[in-house]
């Protein structure tokens, strides 16, 4: 058996260490961008010195070897399903028994008059943080960032950490308020300017000018100013890369469609991570997930079904992190930018506009939904159990304290954050569990 | 690692921009540090205490108004831009030039006595005269090389210690311990042997303890304890053996080894101090974990070894002694070399060697091929070791050689812990408690971890973190100093330094996607 994956990200890497976990079959992994898999989410940490690039490989190179994963740093051209043949740009082809397509994703580019000039550029492989050491090789007076999202944020800082003045062009009326509720993103909006970026909201970009030598010299944004600069970065969102496989016979929309199984409608060809798109989306989730530990969670879904050992995808509760220049931010459960019917919300923010919690919770019943973590750290099995367990907002809060994950001598805030429930809810009041019953709460098991 | 390519021609670009407080801080650093030379030229003979003003004034207030000036301006949070661009701090010249200058100024402190022989001259009078002052001060006597290199150790840590606190004000773990290797440092370390000196005429260190002190338990050493005034000395002896064997195992079983190595001890505090600019050089490849292994406990058990050795013929009356025909001997030597050349061919296919780890196989081999030279008796055709052999050569090779010298020469290429990670007989004694039964763990948060490598390469002990958090394992290893940087620099709150029930670490895989029911 020849099990043949696509792509060396995140995705198609756990496929590949799965496989070989389950099994002996020969296994060969795919790439064009490098010779290893790296984390693509440290991508920053390599501009800002903070890592070299074989740092931020998970990996070292005899593990392949070591793991029997044969290696390919090529491109995909095209997949030929009837014959099961890959072939690649120069030529050459590959023949597998099952197909995995794990390509990722693409910086989106909406047809921006001049996005194809020299300096413009996203950010999302290890190709574009050699044009963007390449671009600012001599220095520039400006970068330019269109589109407020995570990795918006991680360029306008990679910028600025080599003390390059950065301007943000964000369309929406808040930072990232498309995903954030307006009080946690509003902070967000407080802490980037505060770190001394020029964060434009409500603003948009209309036209990218270029010079004589084909280079970008500023852009003109919707309200008409125009901004000189040397470095445009198009973050505005990612696309699922799957180019080549238009026109062919597996099944394309925005994603390569799959069903719970991962997969195709081909029987031997699967898709997972940022380039899949699921027919029917679970409850609560997008129909195409495009974060580091749904990538995890597919391809190791995908290479059970790849053995034929039918595995449903089954992601349990949400959760992400993120960090906004000096904000950590962590989230369990499902809050979204805007409440749902029958959903009530709680929200603390300390007074230095660094810290926030945000509670979701059913009105009805008070189940809790969700929580977004602000500035403070809690940990993930905890939630993940109390989401499993069904509890109620009032024992969330009560039990906040087994919640804590910041560093040993840090300031507690559960107390804060209690006593301002307390203040808006005088008929659900919260006395807070004391320590030795968290204690006792984190370490169960023992 | 040649083969990953590119990251060199990432990181030429981008030259410093000095602010105008961090150049007045370079400056002032400078006038501090061209004092010193002048006054080993001899005008600290001559005017010993305004050149002793003038450097100690001089580093200070250039330190505070550097490490202002590369922060101040800065809101609170990870400030490592630039850690792998600088020269300095990523193994450049500039790292390469002070690792030489360090090192070289450690051989002439540390064998002062001989180069007076050498050169038929003191060449370290001038430096050693500058203290007088403050030696006077304090100890109510004339300095010499030991003060000097304990002063400059504790203005070491004292400086970098305050810019340490500065980079991490956000984070009262590192603020705290790190007050606690400055108080250490200067009270335990500099006040108080000091003080004592004035007083008693002995300089007693009670925050050592054997076997990092290896000699706190030999006869020579109990028995000038035992001369010292009133019950001084019987103190120090009872103080080190509960600290040794009682307070060690239970503090290490409580806290984990770091309430010595990243609160209390002189080498972790220099290391976490005047260190931290380094600590991501550390070499994180298995190979160097190999040897890591194997070396720390060899040294720990050469120290048990040596002290059993010297107490035994102490007992008995008269030096044990080894003696072997030559030729058995040299049937020993080619076989040992026989297993080295074995070793080295078979994992020489897996391991990625690195310039550091070559300085450091060199120095080792050195070190070893110095203990198998033999006291050759002429006539005889016996060769022999004797106990006092292996004490003289276990304090001037590991004593001194390995924790003075290297262990603080190579933090520009080596990373700061290379004592602590790959000699120090005490980390290997408390690793072991910690890895078998201590409370203490790093617990990793869930399925959070986005394996970006943060943790992994500031670990100033070559942990990969990384390896264990991306699987949602708990991190229980022997050589974790307990820093808790990689907790700091993870930028998605994925790590915390904790103790609780010691079963509770160790339970496997806390967090896999089997966890949230990928199985149906
Ligand atoms: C800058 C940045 C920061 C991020 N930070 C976070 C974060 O903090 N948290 C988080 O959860 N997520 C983050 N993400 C998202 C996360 O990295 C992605 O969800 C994840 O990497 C997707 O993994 P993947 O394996 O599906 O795809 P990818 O990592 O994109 O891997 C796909 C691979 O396939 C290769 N490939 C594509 N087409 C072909 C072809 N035709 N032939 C050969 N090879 C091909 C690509 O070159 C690539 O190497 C970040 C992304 C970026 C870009
Ligand atoms: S694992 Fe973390 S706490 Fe332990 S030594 Fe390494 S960086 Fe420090
Ligand atoms: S620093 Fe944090 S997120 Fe990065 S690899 Fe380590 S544990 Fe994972």
Not at chain 1, 251 to 269: A, C, L, P
Request: some cysteine.
């Amino acid at each position: 058996m020849h099990h043949v994956i696509i792509g060396n990200g995140i995705t198609g890497i756990t496929a590949a260490r799965t496989l070989r976990k389950l099994s002996d079959d020969t296994i060969t992994v795919i790439s064009g961008e490098t010779d290893y898999f790296f984390s693509r989410t440290a991508l920053m940490y390599i501009y800002m010195g903070h890592m070299r690039f074989e740092d931020t490989q998970p990996y070292p190179p005899e593990f392949w070897k070591k793991n029997r994963i044969n290696l390919l740093k090529k491109w995909v051209k095209q997949v030929h399903v009837d014959s099961k043949l890959i072939e690649f740009d120069n030529g050459d082809t590959l023949e597998y028994d099952t197909l995995l397509i794990a390509t990722g994703a693409q910086s989106n580019k909406f047809g921006w008059p001049g996005q194809d000039l020299k300096g413009v550029q996203g950010l999302y492989s290890y190709q574009d943080l050699l044009e963007l050491e390449a671009n600012t090789r001599n220095g520039i007076n400006r970068g330019v960032i269109v589109g407020g999202g995570l990795i918006g944020i991680e360029m306008a800082e990679m910028l600025h950490a080599r003390k390059y003045p950065v301007t943000l062009l964000v369309r929406e009326t808040n930072y990232w308020n498309n995903v954030l509720p307006e009080q946690e993103s509003d902070m967000i909006s407080h802490h980037i300017r505060h770190h001394g970026f020029d964060l434009r909201l409500n603003e948009t970009l209309t036209e990218i000018l270029g010079d004589a030598q084909g280079r970008v010299r500023g852009v003109i944004t919707g309200s008409g100013e125009e901004i000189a600069c040397q470095v445009v970065g198009l973050t505005a969102g990612v696309a699922p890369n799957i180019a080549f496989l238009k026109g062919g016979s597996i099944n394309v929309d925005r994603g390569v469609v799959i069903n719970q199984h991962m997969r195709t409608n081909i029987e031997s060809v699967f898709a997972a991570g940022d380039c899949a798109q699921f027919q029917h989306a679970l409850p609560d989730r997008r129909p195409i997930e495009q974060v580091w530990y749904t990538g995890k969670l597919q391809g190791e879904c995908a290479a059970k079904n790849m053995l034929g050992m039918p595995t449903l995808y089954n992601p349990g509760y949400w959760f992400n992190s993120a960090k906004f220049l000096d904000i950590e931010y962590q989230t369990y459960g499902t809050v979204l930018n805007k409440l749902r019917d029958g959903e009530s919300e709680f929200y603390w923010e300390h007074p230095d506009r660094e810290k926030a919690v945000h509670i979701v919770y059913r009105t009805e019943d008070r189940l809790f939904i969700g929580i977004n973590v602000f500035g403070l750290r809690m940990r993930h099995d905890i939630f993940n159990t109390w989401l499993q367990q069904g509890k109620s907002v009032d024992y969330v809060l009560t039990h906040l304290r087994a919640a804590h994950f910041d560093p040993e001598f840090y300031r507690h805030f559960e107390d804060a954050v209690i006593q301002s429930w307390n203040a808006q809810h005088p008929n659900h009041m919260i006395t807070l569990a004391d320590a030795k019953s968290a204690k006792k709460m984190i370490f169960k098991n023992a | 690692m040649s083969e990953l390519n590119t990251s060199i021609s990432l990181t030429q670009t981008y030259p410093a921009k000095f602010n105008a407080l961090q150049k007045t801080g370079l400056t002032l650093t400078g006038i501090g540090i061209l004092t010193i030379f002048l006054a080993w030229a001899g005008a600290g003979t001559t005017q010993p205490l305004l050149c002793l003003l003038i450097t100690i004034i001089g580093l200070f207030s250039g330190g505070i108004l550097y490490t202002y000036g590369t922060y101040g301006h800065l809101p609170k949070g990870i400030k490592n831009n630039r850690n792998f661009i600088s020269s300095i701090s990523s193994g450049g010249t500039l790292a390469w030039i002070s690792a030489v200058a360090i090192t070289g100024f450690y051989v002439v402190l540390y064998w002062r006595d001989h180069w007076k022989t050498v050169f038929g001259t003191d060449i370290f009078s001038g430096l050693v005269h500058m203290f007088d002052p403050l030696s006077q001060l304090l100890r109510k006597s004339d300095a010499d090389q030991w003060f000097v290199y304990g002063s400059f150790y504790t203005i070491a840590v004292l400086i970098m210690g305050t810019k340490f606190i500065y980079k991490y004000r956000h984070n009262n773990y590192q603020i705290l311990r790190t007050c606690s290797v400055m108080f250490f440092q200067l009270g335990f370390a500099w006040l108080i042997p000091g003080i004592m000196k004035a007083l008693y005429n002995f300089e007693p260190f009670y925050s050592y303890f054997w076997p990092l002190d290896y000699d706190a338990i030999f006869p020579g050493t109990l028995s000038y304890m035992l001369d010292r005034p009133g019950n001084l000395g019987v103190f120090f002896i009872f103080w080190g053996i509960v600290m040794s064997f009682i307070a060690t195992p239970l503090l290490t079983y409580f806290f984990g080894k770091r309430w010595y190595c990243s609160w209390v001890c002189g080498c972790g505090g220099l290391a976490e101090t005047a260190g931290d600019p380094f600590r991501h050089l550390s070499d994180k490849s298995i190979s160097a974990w190999k040897i890591e292994r194997w070396m720390i406990h060899s040294v720990l058990a050469l120290i048990i070894l040596t002290t059993i050795l010297i107490l035994v013929s102490d007992v008995i009356g008269e030096h044990l002694k080894l003696s072997i025909n030559q030729y058995v001997y040299y049937a020993v030597l080619i076989g040992l070399a026989y297993l080295v050349y074995r070793g080295i061919a078979k994992s020489g296919s897996q391991m990625r060697l690195r310039p550091t780890m070559i300085v450091l196989g060199c120095i080792t081999g050195f070190l070893i091929l110095y203990a198998l030279i033999p006291n050759l008796k002429t006539g005889d055709q016996v060769v022999s070791f004797s106990t006092a052999g292996l004490a003289k050569w276990y304090s001037f090779s590991i004593g001194m050689v390995f924790s003075g010298v290297i262990g603080v020469g190579f933090y520009p290429i080596m990373g700061s812990r290379v004592w602590c990670r790959f000699g120090c007989p005490m980390a290997a004694y408390m690793g072991v408690i910690q890895r078998f039964k201590s409370r203490f763990r790093i617990t990793t948060n869930g399925a959070q971890c986005i394996s970006c490598g943060n943790c992994s390469t500031y670990c100033e002990m070559g942990i990969d973190v990384r390896a264990y958090a991306q699987r949602g394992q708990n991190i229980v290893r022997a050589s974790c100093v307990g820093c808790g940087v990689c907790s700091a620099v993870c930028p998605r709150g994925v790590l915390k330094l904790e103790t609780g029930p010691d079963n509770a670490a160790r339970t496997e895989v806390l967090f896999t996607s089997e966890d949230l029911k990928i199985l149906v």
